[in-house]
């Protein structure tokens, strides 16, 4: 390797050993040695003193080397330390010193504190509370002084032989019984520190929150792990404050379960399910709110979902056998009540049918439900399905839809023929008012035997109404009604539920949910007996769930609203929903097929029997339908394909505004999805058929016409926005983007106006305030271009003698009369009185090119001020506005100062006002100025000189 264009013969001597040859070691070899890397070598060869001592030759290799590379790592020497000799004498008396006075302080400290006791009070501070603790132990007072004490002291063993006599544990019972028998209890600090359960976390970043919410419940858990709930509440509820996690919600419920705050875990454990549903660690919680809340058929239900997936799950096998246990204990006592026995007469014709499905449901049993009220019916098996009564002819079309109706399923009031064939019913029958108080046609309201009876079948109460439909407002034929009546919400509730429909239809589903669940404890807390109202509520409250995604909340909903309404269309179809994006589809499959009994024209339920079909015959083969639930019958009066009508016009009208609406939200999400690709010429073909949907759409105009100026097709854009002003006219954004189409169509005055009436509705626009300052500049471009300053006439000036002289001066008499003459011809040919804008402007023009300042003050006298802003609209420019202040200034104002002030009071309403002031040249600017000053000057009844300067901040 060389070392040096110079040296690079002899340095190979040297080889890879790195070892220098003695003829290196010269005084001419350094001087001309520039290799660096040599030179250190040689240097640390010299120190070493192997080849010899030479201080001189080291201090000129240093020198040299310094030159070449002042910082190099050779040149550091290595300093020893420092002695007595190295130092002065008072640098080292002062050392001694110091270290003296030091080891005096520690030696002084180090014997008051063997001297001091451990729980000595004597300045009067108890012991700090132990790390973790509130309590602060008090030391122990005696009696004894310490004198006596310190003479009493044991002498410690010495060596093994005492230690081993020594008995550790009598000694410590001797501690123990003195330290209860004389030591106070301990002192709890009852003012233990609030830690806030919130942080501001608004400055923080997504990826500064993260690991703070982490910290948070970390914390949180070690509060857990110390059995100390409440700190550890607090601590998640400081991570959900940062960002809201499954984990931190997950640990908060299950100390708020620690806690016995049930209520507060549900709450925690549906929030879980919310943001992760299927969550198992929430549901296994939320099974243990429900057994300790005694609602053991929920918990069972959370608990087999949590089996299904986790078949080994210890602690959920261990809890659902102790809520079947409770549930089995249950029993017995609902079993102990009452049974509800049916009577009734039936015809010929309902004996044939009545045989008919007994011999269906003996082919197809069915399960019994449990009524609204906990009892159960008593009933044939003909005479009952899974949902109530199967069997009643039909008099008219129940179902879905119906309102309060009779016993059979039609509705009161809607069809006379209906009405009578009830009637007549009733009066063949003969049944007493007595009995028929205690006739049970279905399930009576909840803890009222006078209430109306419900139709189990739906029919009576509106079978399908519970799925947030108005319910009907009648009562049943035959039956005493003393609760309230169908509809009979109070203002409060009633207000709740129209703010949550209509939240709902916003597609604001999580602020209806709420909406919902407040009327639903006002109904609780208010001891209300309308089930049809709650029915509604639960049903609204179960599409919230189902929207959000929480399908298990949404199925308890469903079934409140089932067991208060049986075969109610809405909620049965939510329900299998529900149950069929669990991938419950047995469940699913029973619950559509019971939809399709109810009405065969649900064609979701059509789609969803096929889908699902298909899954169970691959799942199970051939014997699919064996392991599906029992599918209830519906009885005739609630389903709704009997006897079906063809749709109504209003209907079909409904129909189609519903489906235009579909297509039209579709259409603009479409176009939006262009535009944020950038695919303009898509969107217009987007845009415009949603225009022909609803053509008076003003947001669908202004995006239209947004693609138009991105696509530089100005004037489309233009008539766009015009359009949208049409509809809307204080529409920001179509003032803005108008403003976009004049500016390319170089239009700049127009520009310039729409841009002050978005910065007049918003100041705080930034985008249109550039564009103004930008539109300003080339206005007045555009203006310099369009108006060039005349050419100046050469005049010829020649000397004349006297004679010429004069006949000059008497011409120009003659000229100064010609010109007074014709300034008097001027001002008779001005129409002082126009009628309309276009007069206004020919005799403002004629007074201006003759500059008569008299004869536009004239005009402006006889001008009403209100019309001043609409007669200069065609007129109005910078020479305009300053011609019309000189005559105010000059003329006007000396004859009727009150009529100036009404001018300019009106004068700056005027259409492009504003762009004009700020065109005004210097001296039109100072000749308004001039008039304000001389208006404010002016004492006048009419105005006061604050006024005028208020006035004159509009133009100044």
């Not at 059995?227 to 940062?242: F, H």
């Not at 096998?317 to 249950?330: D, G, H, I, V």
Request: proline share 5%; net charge neutral; aromatic share 6%.
């Amino acid at each position: 390797m060389s070392r040096g264009a110079t040296f690079s013969g002899d340095q190979s001597s040297a080889g890879d050993s790195g070892k220098v040859p003695v003829e290196h070691l010269d005084y001419g070899y350094i001087a001309q040695c520039r290799d660096v890397k040599y030179l250190e070598s040689i240097c640390r060869v010299l120190r070493s003193g192997d080849e010899g001592i030479y201080p001189h030759l080291i201090e000129f290799c240093e020198s040299h080397l310094e030159k070449l590379d002042p910082r190099s790592r050779a040149l550091r020497k290595e300093q020893g330390l420092a002695t007595a000799a190295s130092l002065s004498n008072e640098e080292w008396s002062q050392i001694t010193n110091e270290l003296k006075t030091w080891q005096e302080e520690t030696q002084m400290a180090e014997t008051l504190r063997k001297q001091q006791s451990v729980f000595d009070d004597s300045e009067g501070v108890n012991m700090p509370p132990v790390r973790g603790s509130n309590c602060s132990i008090r030391p122990i007072q005696t009696s004894v002084p310490k004198e006596k004490r310190g003479s009493s002291k044991r002498t410690r063993p010495r060596d093994y032989g005492e230690w081993d006599k020594f008995d550790v544990e009598k000694e410590c019972e001797k501690i123990d019984v003195n330290l209860v028998k004389g030591a106070p209890a301990a002192v709890v600090n009852t003012r233990r520190p609030k830690i806030k359960t919130t942080v501001n976390a608004s400055l923080l970043s997504e990826q500064e929150k993260l690991p703070l919410a982490n910290l948070e419940r970390t914390k949180g858990n070690e509060a857990f792990r110390a059995k100390d709930y409440e700190e550890a509440v607090a601590y998640y509820s400081r991570s959900l404050s940062i960002t809201p996690t499954v984990a931190a919600y997950n640990n908060r419920a299950q100390a708020e379960i620690k806690l016995k705050h049930w209520h507060k875990a549900m709450s925690d454990c549906g929030k879980v399910l919310e943001l992760e549903p299927g969550n198992m660690k929430a549901l296994l919680r939320r099974a243990t709110v429900y057994n300790h809340m005694d609602n053991f058929r929920m918990a069972a239900e959370d608990l087999r979902v949590v089996l299904r997936e986790e078949p080994q799950n210890a602690a959920a096998t261990k809890l659902l056998s102790e809520t079947q246990k409770k549930m089995n204990e249950c029993q017995p006592e609902q079993q102990r009540k009452g049974k509800t026995i049916l009577i009734r007469e039936v015809e010929k014709e309902e004996d044939r049918n009545h045989d008919e499905t007994e011999a269906e449901q003996t082919a197809h049993p069915v399960e019994r439900s449990q009524a609204v009220g906990g009892e159960e019916s008593s009933a044939a098996p003909g005479e009952r399905g899974d949902m109530g009564n199967s069997q009643k002819k039909p008099h008219g079309r129940g179902g879905a839809g119906a309102g309060g109706g009779t016993p059979h399923g039609e509705p009161l009031g809607r069809s006379k023929g209906a009405g009578a064939a009830a009637a007549a019913a009733a009066d063949k029958n003969k049944v007493a008012h007595d009995s028929r108080e205690k006739v049970a046609n279905g399930t009576g309201k909840r803890g009222s035997s006078a209430s109306v009876p419900a139709d189990p079948s739906g029919g009576g109460r509106g079978g399908g109404g519970g799925g947030g439909g108005a319910p009907g407002g009648g009562n049943a034929e035959g039956s005493v009604n003393l609760g309230a009546p169908c509809g009979a919400l109070p203002p409060p509730l009633a207000r709740l539920k129209n703010q949550g429909n209509l939240l709902f239809k916003n597609g604001q589903f999580a602020d209806a949910l709420q909406k919902y669940s407040q009327a639903i404890q006002g109904y609780t807390e208010s001891g209300l007996d309308s089930p049809e109202d709650l029915c509604t509520l639960y049903s609204n409250r179960a599409a919230c769930h189902l929207k959000g995604g929480n399908s298990q909340e949404c199925i308890q909903d469903c079934s409140r609203a089932l067991e208060l309404h049986p075969f109610s269309l809405k909620p049965l179809l939510r329900r299998a929903m529900a149950y069929d994006s669990l991938e419950r589809y047995r469940n699913a499959y029973a619950d559509y097929k019971t939809v399709l009994q109810i009405d065969s024209g649900v064609q979701a339920a059509h789609d969803g029997v096929n889908r699902i079909t298909r899954l169970l015959i691959d799942q199970d083969g051939a014997e699919w339908r064996e392991k599906l639930p029992d599918i209830p019958l519906v009885p005739l009066s609630a389903q709704q394909h009997r006897r079906e009508q063809p749709p109504s016009a209003e209907v079909l009208q409904a129909r189609a505004e519903r489906n235009a609406e579909v297509r039209f939200t579709a259409l603009k999400q479409e176009g939006n999805d262009y535009v944020k690709k950038g695919q303009y010429q898509d969107a217009l073909g987007k845009y415009s058929d949603c225009l022909k949907l609803k053509p008076e759409e003003c947001s669908i105009y202004t995006n239209r016409a947004l693609c138009y100026l991105k696509l530089e097709r100005f004037a489309e854009a233009k008539r766009d926005c015009d359009a949208a002003l049409r509809v809307e006219p204080t529409n920001k954004k179509a003032f803005y983007r108008r403003a976009l189409a004049n500016k390319g169509l170089e239009d700049y005055l127009a520009c310039s106006a729409d841009l002050q009436e978005v910065l007049r509705q918003d100041p705080n626009v930034q985008e249109a305030e550039k564009e103004l300052e930008e539109v300003t500049v080339l206005l007045r471009q555009s203006l310099a271009k369009a108006s060039p300053a005349k050419p100046r006439k050469t005049v010829p000036i020649t000397e004349v003698e006297g004679e010429e002289e004069t006949a000059s001066a008497s011409d120009s008499r003659g000229g100064a009369k010609g010109e007074a003459a014709a300034a008097t011809a001027t001002a008779t040919a001005i129409n002082l009185r126009p009628a309309n804008a276009y007069e206004f402007g020919q005799a403002l023009s004629a007074a201006r090119g003759a500059g008569d300042a008299a004869a536009c003050a004239d005009l402006l006298a006889s001008t009403d001020p209100e019309a001043l802003p609409r007669l200069l609209s065609t007129q109005l420019d910078g020479n305009t506005v300053g011609f019309v202040m000189r005559a105010l200034d000059s003329h006007l104002l000396e004859r009727d100062p009150a009529l100036v002030y009404q001018h300019l009071d009106h004068l700056h309403t005027a259409d492009r006002f504003s762009v004009v002031l700020m065109l005004l040249e210097k001296d039109e600017r100072r000749h308004m100025t001039q008039l304000f000053e001389h208006l404010s000057a002016v004492q006048s009844a009419e105005f006061t000189k604050n006024d005028v300067q208020n006035l004159a901040n509009k133009y100044i």
